[in-house]
């Protein structure tokens, strides 16, 4: 790289700020100097914001164990509390740097039969930086339950309580929010961007990529689902 390369490329902050005030522009930096340390780092406080949110489902599954269950688990304390926040956050990690390289994988495929010529370290870094919307929306969830002490999804199913959103429609409907509409948003423009194709074919290209997620996401909960009897 050089040095007037280095002097015109944007911090990590700046960016994640020019993704909220100039998206456009923002997308622009990203494609022409294309980073993977910062989509990483936005992953790794994704992951630390969905831990509170986390540990209140897992204590509530718990919960609904049978009472000798729940004593025998009772005898570890701590230790149990520790396991439960590590294998949480790690699990949690795993899937969102997963779906990291499978989602670009899938805008790169797409990206070349539009006729686009990015590179796939390019599609990567433009698929880390829209899991800004995913950050703020977990970091909402997580203030809101240490303010209220109760679980608050954005989604549609707000006034839901907890084991209605743990049944697939619940699921389902936790992922439709105001901040999956800003994703929808800045995937138009950032995979318009790195398409070099208009914000309309870029937006019902990642539209209907949202909603093939949402199916597969709600196929398997229905298949893992169990409802009590």
Known sequence: MTPAEQVGRRSFLERILS?????????????????????????????????????????YVLQQLPEEARQQLALAGQNLVFLQAAGIFFSTLLSLFLWWFLQALVFSGVGALLGGAASYRQTLSVTGYLYLPTFL???????????????????????WPLEKLLTPLGG???????????????????????????????GVAAALLWLAGLGIQYWLSSLTHFSAV
Not at 22 to 38: H, K, N, T, Y
Not at 178 to 197: I, K
């Open 137 to 159: 929306s977990h970091l909402f969830t997580a203030l809101a339950l240490w303010t209220t002490g109760q679980y608050v999804s954005p989604g549609l199913a707000l006034t």
């Open 172 to 202: 389902l409907l936790q992922q439709i929010t105001v901040f999956s509409v800003w994703w929808l948003f800045l995937a138009a423009l950032g995979l318009s961007v790195l398409w070099q194709t208009s914000r309309l074919t870029a």
């Open 19 to 59: 993704l909220v005030v100039e998206p456009a522009a923002a997308f622009r930096d990203i494609v022409s100097r294309p980073d993977l340390w910062g989509p990483a780092f936005l992953i790794l406080v994704t992951a630390l914001a969905a831990l509170p949110a986390g540990l209140y489902v897992s204590q």
